[in-house]
């Protein structure tokens, strides 16, 4: 199981950014996938998770509202669209291979993730 993060960089409080996660080394759908985030000194946080049986998301209340995960089968490649981003969302975004039930973006429970990506906000 590979997933990789992509599409990270600096944007202004308010804006938006893309980031993508590549799948491979397994059947698309045969896992929950989710991203964390890890900011410098801090504990990694849960932003995410969703379901692969019934395709129900679950979003961190830090972000609902403004971030949406979505999925491109085709292209095996997961997104998170993160929308009114905040200087507080400044960390490392990771994606993983998440446990959707009983989700809780403060209990760490993510496994096989690969690269993170930087997102940096700034006020």
């Known amino acids: 199981v590979q997933l990789q993060a992509s599409g990270g960089g600096l944007v202004q409080s308010g804006g938006s950014l893309r980031l993508s996660c590549a799948a491979s080394?397994?059947?698309?759908?045969?896992?929950?996938i989710g991203w964390f985030r890890q900011a410098p000194g801090t504990e990694r946080e849960g932003v995410s998770c969703?379901?692969?049986?019934?395709?129900?998301?679950y979003y961190a209340d830090s972000v609902k509202g403004r971030f949406t995960m979505s999925s491109d089968s085709a292209k095996n490649t997961v997104y998170l669209q993160m929308n009114v981003l905040k200087p507080e969302d400044t960390a490392v975004y990771y994606c993983a291979v998440c446990s959707p039930s009983g989700w809780d973006p403060s209990i760490y429970d993510y496994n096989y993730w690969g690269q993170g990506t930087q997102v940096t906000v700034s006020s």
């Open positions: 969703n379901s692969n049986s019934d395709g129900s998301t």
């Open positions: 080394g397994f059947t698309f759908g045969d896992y929950a």
